[in-house]
């Protein structure tokens, strides 16, 4: 019976499974006239790569027990043709398509792109003695095994949702918008408009690919708009917002146009993020339904780990410097302390629908368009399941306002537990995150030190000697 509590669509854990998640199946390709297949994976910089083949040759890998492709390993540490320190040009990895990720691609007709997993080509022994083919610096590979420990360890599943912000550009040299309005206005999406043409296109090319759009709308910077895709689980819902971040790109490039995942552009405007909501459900037979009135458990000591977590994640989630010019305090970011709120886009956490068990949900400010989705899930799904792992008691209190933390005085904040900041710089959020023994055994020491290592040269790359700021920004927006 409905209640009035019911104020949003329920999606639930249990409900989306690999087969509703609206991908064709392979002896379909044929059929529906798809003649080459993308074989994309993202690397540690968080930048889509793929290498195309005719459907003949990708359906004689299917017949193959562990058909692949072969990429170097140096593939992990390249940045701009400048190869990381730790990699190297010897070796290879097998590049293995997971044919539950094929999707048609809208904007190339005839053309269908995947996912896969990388693999060792033999099986080497692991630290406990036995053999494995699994890669450790392989996102996905990272990011399943995180969520499968949490469903196995506490019988938890996470439904994820994204919203991705970006600027539609008529130049990057010098950087031109595509337009300036307000936000959520009718001016953004006049009728007859190259913006209109391109957000209807996106969007009849997001429901096309089988993801579901929930919305689209004019954001509030120059140029600047948001789609909105719905919940799935982790690994799934990385997988569809790189299918949408494609969709994006390559739809403005039809039309003349760049699109850019940039942080920020205009220090006058609000910056670009990729807010991702996540929620928290139970998968035990016996666990009693969420109530109205209170986070369940599960919620709060999720709530409780990524409290105690938060200031090392942003090396994940904020990883380039060009992240720290859109987060701040007072510019609706998330703000700058360890705390979380009802309803407060000035937490870094913001608790949303509270009263409505159907649908409540965090969401998550500090992530933008630079992180690789893979590991910023992984970083986030690990931290709270640590909470809830070690049933953590929520020590930071709710945040709702009218004030937002920066505006309290500290003696306002210790009430309310708050008494941690998030890195105020790149170079903070990289002391943080080795600090933390938690984090760094989610992902491992060796993955996270190369991983370190390779945002240490897009860095350098980014923000080399000899750039003004113009040319430093005009980099970030080409490579994002």
């Not at 469903?151 to 970006?166: D, I």
């Not at 509270?354 to 965090?362: L, V």
């Not at 537990?417 to 943080?432: A, C, D, Q």
Request: hydrophobic share 40%; aromatic share 8%; net charge neutral.
């Amino acid at each position: 019976m409905a209640t009035i509590h019911d104020i949003a669509v329920e999606y639930k854990a249990s409900d989306l499974g690999l087969t509703d998640l609206g991908v064709i199946s392979p002896s379909d390709l044929k059929t529906a006239g798809i003649g080459f297949i993308r074989l994309q994976w993202v690397d540690l910089t968080n930048t889509i790569r793929f290498r195309i083949m005719p459907l003949s040759y990708f359906q004689k890998l299917l017949a193959v027990k562990r058909g692949g492709i072969n990429l170097a390993k140096a593939n992990f540490g390249l940045v701009n043709l400048s190869l990381t320190p730790g990699f190297f040009a010897m070796g290879e990895y097998l590049y293995v398509p997971d044919i539950r990720t094929l999707r048609i691609c809208p904007y190339e007709p005839g053309h269908a792109s995947l996912m896969g997993w990388f693999q060792e080509k033999a099986p080497v022994q692991t630290p406990s003695g036995s053999p494995s083919v699994a890669v450790d610096l392989c996102p996905r590979t990272i990011l399943k095994n995180i969520v499968d420990r949490a469903e196995q360890e506490s019988q938890v599943k996470f439904l994820v949702g994204f919203e991705s912000e970006f600027v539609l550009l008529k130049s990057s040299r010098p950087i031109q918008p595509i337009g300036i309005h307000a936000f959520s206005t009718s001016e953004s999406l006049r009728s007859g408009d190259i913006a209109t043409k391109v957000m209807n296109e996106i969007a009849k090319a997001v429901q096309l690919s089988g993801i579901e759009l929930q919305l689209y709308h004019g954001e509030a910077a120059p140029g600047q708009y948001e789609v909105v895709t719905g919940p799935l689980p982790p690994l799934e819902s990385a997988d569809a917002l790189i299918h949408t971040r494609e969709i994006i790109y390559n739809t403005a490039a039809l039309h003349g146009l760049r699109a850019t995942f940039a942080p920020r552009i205009h220090m006058t405007s609000t910056g670009s993020s990729a807010h991702a909501h996540i929620s928290v459900h139970s998968s035990s037979p016996s666990s009693p339904p969420k109530t109205p009135e209170n986070m369940s458990p599960l919620e709060q000591s999720f709530l409780a780990g990524l409290m105690a977590h938060l200031p090392a994640l942003p090396a994940i989630t904020l990883p380039t410097s060009a992240s720290y010019k859109r987060v701040g305090d007072g510019v609706w970011s998330g703000g700058t302390y360890v705390c979380w709120g009802t309803e407060n886009r000035e937490a870094p956490v913001r608790l949303t629908n509270p009263a409505s068990p159907a649908s409540r949900r965090f969401e998550l400010r500090f992530v933008d368009g630079t992180a690789n989705p893979y590991l910023a899930l992984a970083g986030i799904v690990g931290a709270g399941h640590a909470g809830i792992r070690a049933q953590s008691r929520l020590g930071v209190r709710d945040c709702p306002g009218p004030k937002s933390a920066a505006e309290m005085t500290e003696e306002e904040r210790r009430g309310l537990g708050i008494v941690k900041r998030m890195p105020l710089s790149w170079k903070e959020g990289r002391e943080n995150i080795l600090a933390d023994e938690e984090v760094v055994g989610i992902f491992g020491m060796g993955m996270l030190e190369k991983y370190l290592s390779v945002q240490k040269t897009l860095d350098d790359y980014l923000h080399a000697e000899g750039l003004d700021d113009a040319g430093r920004l005009q980099r970030v927006v080409e490579f994002y």
